[in-house]
Each structure stands twice: as structure tokens, then as C-alpha cells.
């Protein structure tokens, strides 16, 4: 079983609509967690990291929900710039500095 | 600050040659990252360094692979030799981890291929 799994999508939206997808992760002592953000031949930039009280920046919300081991990501108002690869990261047990990388779900905007 | 800087950032080599990616690190930042990612495989951590010192290469595919970080401010990634299925784009990467998170920023990558 992989670490970090997603839906790969895509998830083709029209501008304005929100798309939403999850993630889940098979460590339970995991201790961080985060979304990157991967431009098609770009690096991976983070997008924003994920509390376990749930956290929004601007139009985008991160929720985790600890019991069932997923992390999920909510876009509202989808912009084309938004077009993009969205990658679920996870980090171990405490001290451990390993990232685990979801394989990415990626998400089209369409105007 | 620049960010991370990759060079070079597109390499074509041909199998069995040797195969020297380079990072430098930002400045300040305690901790470098080694990436591999391929379609197939996504990304994946080879190694990583603190402070110099490497800490867990188990990511590192083979013997051919090889990663020093003689300072602070330059880290290699070597492949010797090459093969056809080492083409992947490498990424660096790096975090300091004070701020009690791990978040690592990325170069642009060395897009890599071996014919």
C-alpha cells in the first residue's frame, strides 16, 4: 500500500465552480501535512499546510481529518490559474524529516 | 534570496557516461533534499542531508548513485555510469527547520536524459 494516495483526476471545471478532492495517508503517526502545488515541467511549490483545526487561504480550504487518515482540499471560485497538479504531502513521526508524496491529482479549469 | 539553484537544468548524456547534477542550497537552510520524479514512479526522496551529513540515503536506487554535500552551500548528486532508465527530472530541495515545520522549497529541476 502506498504511503500518500490520491485521485489522479482529472477534475475538468469551468471557471468559477468549486472542486474539492481528498487524500489519504496509511502512517498513522504522522505529523504534518501539506499541499504543493506542480505546474506542468514546473517544480512543486507549497500551496498551503494543512491543520488538524482545518485552515482556508483565500479560495482555497485544507481539512484533516485524523481518524480516517485523509487530508482534503477545497477550491472555491476556480480561476484558470488554478489549472495545476495538486500534490498531497505527508510527513512521518516526529523528528522525521522524510516528505511522502501523493502522486498528485490534477485539476483543469476551463473557461 | 535566489531560491534553489539546480544546474545544469537539461542534461542529455549517453548510457555509461558519468553524470554530475549540482544544487545550491538557500542560504541558511539546515536541510537538502535529493528528488527523483517520473511519470511512472511520481516523486522520490534519494537522500537527504543535515548540516552536511547525510541522514537517510535509503531512497538512493543503486550504487551508481552517489550524493555529497562537501558544504553548506553546495550539494552533487552523481550517477556513474548512466543508464536509459535513470531520465527523470531530479529536484533539490531545502527547509530549515526552526520554524518547527518542514517545509521544503524547490529548485527547477534538472531535466535528465540518458539515450
Known amino acids: 500500500r502506498k504511503e500518500v494516495e490520491q485521485d489522479p483526476g482529472p477534475f475538468n471545471v469551468p471557471e468559477g465552480a468549486t472542486v474539492a478532492f481528498n487524500c489519504t495517508y496509511s502512517?498513522?503517526?504522522?505529523?504534518?501535512f501539506f499541499w504543493y502545488r506542480q505546474d506542468c515541467r514546473k517544480e512543486p511549490k507549497l500551496l498551503m499546510s494543512?491543520?488538524?483545526s482545518g485552515n482556508e487561504d483565500g479560495r482555497f480550504t485544507a481539512q484533516l481529518n485524523r481518524a480516517s487518515q485523509y487530508i482534503s482540499l477545497l477550491i472555491r471560485d476556480s480561476k484558470l490559474s488554478d489549472s495545476a497538479t495538486y500534490l498531497c504531502?505527508?510527513?512521518?513521526?516526529?523528528?522525521?524529516?522524510?516528505?511522502?508524496f501523493g502522486a498528485g491529482t490534477t485539476v483543469t479549469v476551463r473557461a | 534570496d535566489a531560491g534553489v539553484i539546480q544546474s545544469p537544468r537539461h542534461e542529455v548524456t549517453e548510457m555509461g557516461q558519468e553524470v554530475t547534477l549540482r544544487c545550491k542550497p538557500i542560504?541558511?537552510?539546515?536541510?537538502l533534499f535529493w528528488y527523483r520524479q517520473t511519470m511512472m514512479r511520481g516523486l522520490e526522496l534519494l537522500i537527504y542531508?543535515?548540516?552536511?551529513?547525510?541522514?537517510?540515503d535509503s531512497g538512493m536506487p543503486e550504487d551508481r548513485f552517489s550524493a555529497k554535500m562537501p558544504n553548506a552551500s553546495f550539494s552533487t548528486l552523481k550517477i556513474q555510469p548512466s543508464e536509459p532508465r535513470d531520465s527523470a527530472v531530479y529536484f533539490c530541495?531545502?527547509?530549515?527547520?526552526?520554524?518547527?515545520?518542514?517545509?521544503?522549497?524547490f529548485g527547477a529541476g534538472t531535466r535528465l536524459s540518458v539515450l
Open positions: 530541495a531545502s527547509s530549515e527547520l526552526w520554524t518547527g515545520e518542514n517545509i521544503q522549497y
Open positions: 502512517n498513522s503517526a504522522s505529523q504534518s
Open positions: 494543512v491543520y488538524s
Open positions: 504531502v505527508v510527513t512521518g513521526f516526529l523528528g522525521d524529516y522524510k516528505l511522502s
Open positions: 542560504s541558511g537552510h539546515d536541510y
Open positions: 542531508f543535515n548540516n552536511n551529513v547525510p541522514i537517510d
